[in-house]
């Protein structure tokens, strides 16, 4: 061989020298450093930064882990590519092996969710749908585990390939969490701590097997299907009024009273209707006092303000217990609207004691005490 043939064979043979991996993006979880046709030459130095690790990869298969520090590569430092390519002690040769980085320090911020929605099972209100979304933060424990299970057997290098597939586990596991917590639909809200901690837990082992800890969970918001969070909304309703007489029918009156005050000759554009709206205001927000005697008793409740037909002075009581007062058009109002029978005892200061509200003349309900009769005929 002359001497341009060995000058052209030293030429073609690009021997790499130094190894290293400068990441510039610092969201990169695996790099593929870029051996490609080149050898690594015998005696090259290996440099891995800090929250890095580098693997030695022998035609698939995992060879020597390299942590933090500087290498100069020998068969002394590479026991297994020694072991695998079958070397003798002291080969000096250029090489070719692919080699990986990995960034092992902690990605924090990262984003889950459920792109379609997830079925749960309540006791309440049966199948419904919710979905769901938040954070949560990882590192690579174990990079030959995750080269083996993620990079070499899938494929995937790219941090969004990666983290889809991450996430596909997390809305998998996260639905069985949520089955499994038994948690009702009402109580999800005020338990995303609980949930969170739960998912970190039953998560572990699942991303353990990916050479993955997951060193944070939080769960953000958790939606449900518009209908259940009205049913909610109105539990909430009912848990402020209390358990109360009749609370729910005065819920939906006054509901239906606020629809028809925005329509020409709804309930608010007649008297009846609006006495009516003034006594369920009164009756709701009475109905938190606490009951006096029942009707007959001789302890009479304190009587109100002034007399007037205009100042509240009525009080009702029905089963048990008292409501009001009201005033006489607010109380009109009721009976005309069916909200009170005429039949229920009442009582206003001045009154001798409980009666039916037909026998109060004041009220014209047609009860009361007889007029006298008509004076007789002039004789003839």
Not at 5 to 23: A, F, G, P, R, V
Not at 172 to 185: H, M
Request: charged residues 15%; glycine residues 10%; negative net charge.
């Amino acid at each position: 061989m002359g001497f341009f043939d060995n000058l052209k064979n030293q030429i073609s043979h690009q021997w790499i020298e130094i190894i290293e991996w400068l990441d510039d993006s610092n969201d990169t979880l695996v790099y593929r450093f870029p051996v490609y046709n080149q050898e690594i030459k015998m005696g090259a130095q290996l440099t891995v930064r800090e929250n890095q690790a580098a693997i030695f990869i022998n035609e698939g298969q995992v060879a020597d882990l390299f942590k933090p520090g500087r290498y100069e590569l020998s068969t002394q430092n590479l026991p297994i590519l020694t072991t695998l390519r079958g070397w003798k002690y002291g080969f000096q040769s250029p090489f070719k092996a692919e080699v990986y980085f990995f960034n092992t320090r902690i990605f924090t911020d990262l984003k889950w969710g459920t792109s379609n929605p997830v079925m749960m099972r309540d006791a309440e209100f049966g199948m419904i749908r919710m979905r769901a979304f938040g954070t949560y933060a990882l590192r690579i424990a174990d990079p030959k585990a995750f080269f083996t299970t993620i990079v070499g057997t899938q494929g995937l290098t790219t941090t969004d390939e990666i983290l889809g597939q991450l996430r596909s586990t997390i809305i998998s596991q996260f639905s069985d969490i949520i089955a499994e917590s038994k948690i009702a639909a009402l109580d999800l809200a005020s338990s995303y701590r609980e949930l969170s901690d739960l998912s970190q837990k039953d998560l572990g082992p699942a991303f353990a097997q990916f050479g993955l800890e997951v060193s944070r969970f939080n769960i953000d918001n958790i939606s449900l299907p518009e209908e259940v969070e009205a049913a909610i909304d109105q539990r909430t309703k009912l848990g402020v009024l209390g358990d109360r007489l009749g609370q729910y029918a005065q819920m939906q009156t006054a509901e239906s009273i606020k629809i028809a005050a925005a329509n020409p000759g709804g309930v608010a554009g007649i008297g009846a209707g609006l006495g009516a709206g003034m006594a369920i205001g009164q009756t709701m927000g009475s109905a938190f006092n606490a009951p006096p005697p029942p009707p007959g008793s001789s302890t009479a409740p304190p009587p109100p303000p002034g007399g007037a037909a205009n100042t509240p002075r009525w009080s009702l009581a029905i089963d048990g217990k008292t409501y009001g007062p009201y005033t006489d058009d607010a109380l009109k109002g009721m009976i005309q609207s069916g909200q009170v029978a005429a039949s229920t005892s009442a009582w206003h200061p001045g009154a001798s004691g409980w009666a039916p509200l037909e026998s109060y003349s004041e009220l014209g309900l047609g009860g009361g005490t007889p007029p006298p009769p008509p004076p007789p005929p002039p004789s003839k």
